[in-house]
């Protein structure tokens, strides 16, 4: 399996916004839920929000809720997370995945170990 790859990270200043992008390759993207999991230094890897094969159900971590935004485009392969009122306490590599099985609940995505992963990519919040 090839991993997504992330993009669209960097640096800025508390209260800022970024948008991340993950693009996944393969014909079957439309029927995975997808992902965004991120890593703080000295911390394990988190669960921050999922999509469903059609967008139409997401889920998030209550630490983003209200302030970061999960979306998908089928056609483009494509999956965004729009980040907004960024906090000091978000500053991670943030990494997307695809689930193993496709059309599986959000909820259940949020609770999965995997393992294999992408390169990330760096979020930086200053204070």
């Known amino acids: 399996q090839v991993q997504p790859v992330e993009s669209g990270g960097g640096l800025v200043q508390a209260g800022g916004s970024l948008r991340l992008s993950c693009a996944a390759s393969g014909h079957t993207f439309s029927t995975y839920t997808m992902g965004w999991f991120r890593q703080a230094p000295g911390k394990e890897r988190e669960f921050v929000a999922t999509i469903s094969s059609t967008g139409g159900s997401t889920f998030y971590a209550d630490s983003v809720k209200g302030r970061f935004t999960i979306s998908r485009d089928n056609a483009k392969n494509t999956v965004y997370l729009q980040m907004n009122n960024l906090k000091p306490e978000d500053t991670a590599v943030y990494y997307c995945?695809?689930?193993?099985?496709?059309?599986?609940?959000?909820?259940?995505?949020?609770?999965?170990?995997?393992?294999?992963w992408g390169q990330g990519t760096q979020v930086t919040v200053s204070s």
């Open positions: 995945n695809r689930d193993r099985t496709p059309f599986t609940s959000v909820q259940s995505m949020s609770r999965k170990n995997f393992g294999s």
